[in-house]
């Protein structure tokens, strides 16, 4: 059971927009900064965002993410194949002193 | 470029140990923390320790408290990570990375190595 709740799996066909959501607590989400992964399957993870909304370099801008109180999302806009892969949120917990994740989320290009 | 090559996985069975390596290049080593990320067959991702830039600040999830110790060697750029009292659940692709604008961010990982504990 992950600290951080994500949705197993969303989809949709190429064009169209998905949103993963990324449901924490006010000893996580609610106080700390929020990033989110890409991972490919079969290779290892790569930083989509930073800092809750910042892109990383390199990182088209079909990716956005936002967050408010104690839940984070993350936007991809104009669906591509290539973008068929697992997605992560991660953040600090001040409770529990760790770094925790998401369970991950799966999206499928229809 | 930057470049983080995990090494020392292998096959070992509950109680034994086995080293990790982290080998950095193409970054300032002593400006960055380093991150411990481990993923079991088809699960997600579970943290397992970080080392701070300089040394001095090491944090460890619960589940790995008291077994595994993290290192830093500043004039070789590599991170270990020493795992002892091996468990099954161990078993896991083990990925160093490193800390981006923040201690919580992971700006750039690792292929990975891999652990398997089996009896």
């Known amino acids: 059971q992950s600290v951080l709740t994500q949705p197993p799996s969303v989809s949709a066909a190429p064009g169209q927009k998905v949103t993963i959501s990324c449901s924490g607590t006010r000893s996580n989400i609610g106080v700390s900064l929020v990033s989110w992964y890409q991972q490919v399957p079969g290779t290892a993870p790569k930083l989509l965002i930073y800092d809750n909304h910042n892109r990383a370099s390199g990182i088209p801008d079909r990716f956005s993410a936002s967050k408010s109180g104690t839940s984070a999302a993350l936007d991809i806009t104009g669906l591509q194949t290539g973008d068929e892969a697992d997605y992560y949120c991660?953040?600090?917990?001040?409770?529990?002193?760790?770094?925790?994740f998401g369970g991950g989320t799966k999206v499928t290009v229809l | 470029q930057v470049r983080l090559v995990e090494s020392g996985g292998g096959v070992a069975q509950p109680g034994n140990s086995l080293s990790l390596s982290c080998a950095a290049s193409g970054f300032n080593f002593i400006s960055s923390g380093i991150h411990w990320v481990r993923q079991s067959p088809g699960m997600g991702l579970q943290w397992v320790t970080f080392?701070?830039?300089?040394?001095?600040?090491?944090n460890y999830s619960d589940s790995v408290k008291g077994r595994f110790t993290i290192s830093r060697d500043q004039s070789k750029n590599i991170v270990y990570l020493q795992m002892s009292g091996l468990r099954l659940e161990d078993t896991a692709l083990y990925y160093c990375a490193k800390t981006g604008s923040t201690y919580s961010t992971m700006d750039v990982w690792g292929k990975g190595t891999t652990v398997t504990v089996i009896s």
């Open positions: 080392i701070s830039k300089d040394g001095r600040t090491k």
């Open positions: 991660g953040t600090w917990d001040t409770s529990l002193t760790t770094i925790v």
